[in-house]
């Protein structure tokens, strides 16, 4: 695949996990769990290793963390995603368990630099999810959401979560290249 429906997939994966998180975390008890995980696994460190999780993504958390996200739904979510991504589904599913570690530890990095709580948290996903539901012209997020059971997230203002990752990312792979 080229560059460019690279960066789209890797977009529109990141929403989908984002707007799986903010469902997650929109009610109380949701966000609650998140704020505990991030506070005791996701710090932020993943970002002084991501050569590593980018290389041997299998070992890392990715698979953990999409089994509490997406749960029983992860394969309809990775053919959904691959069906409008025109790429196979297998492929989908490794990309997600890198870039799921790489936003639990944006959050979890958000949280301790802001000195959030579980609220505080929420309001960023539900923030970052409206912004990637603004920017879904093919519908796949909204898809999704119907499969994870919820619709679409609304409140809070996101600070720019998915585009830190997605810049990391390319620096990352420019200096790869």
């Given at each position: 695949m080229d560059s460019d429906q690279a960066s789209g997939l890797v977009r529109s994966t990141l929403g989908v996990l984002t707007g799986a998180l903010a469902k997650n975390?929109?009610?109380?008890?949701?966000?609650?769990?998140?704020?505990?995980?991030?506070?005791?696994?996701?710090?932020?460190?993943?970002?002084?290793?991501?050569?590593?999780?980018?290389?041997?993504?299998?070992?890392g958390p990715g698979a953990g963390i999409l089994g509490h996200v997406l749960g029983s739904q992860r394969p309809a979510v990775e053919t959904e995603i691959g069906r409008q991504a025109g790429v196979d589904s297998s492929k989908v599913g490794g990309l997600m368990e890198t870039l799921a570690p790489l936003l639990m530890g944006a959050l979890?990095?958000?949280?301790?630099e802001q000195g959030l709580d579980a609220g505080g948290i929420a309001s960023i996903l539900a923030g970052e999810s409206r912004q990637a539901e603004e920017r879904d012209d093919g519908g796949l997020l909204g898809t999704v959401m119907g499969m994870l059971g919820g619709g679409s997230s609304s409140g809070g203002g996101g600070g720019g979560l998915l585009s830190k990752i997605?810049?990391?990312?390319?620096?990352?792979?420019?200096?790869r290249s």
């Open positions: 975390s929109s009610e109380e008890e949701g966000a609650r769990a998140l704020d505990q995980a991030l506070e005791k696994d996701h710090d932020g460190s993943v970002f002084d290793r991501v050569g590593d999780l980018i290389s041997d993504a299998a070992q979890g990095r958000e949280k301790r997605l810049g990391l990312l390319g620096g990352l792979f420019k200096r």
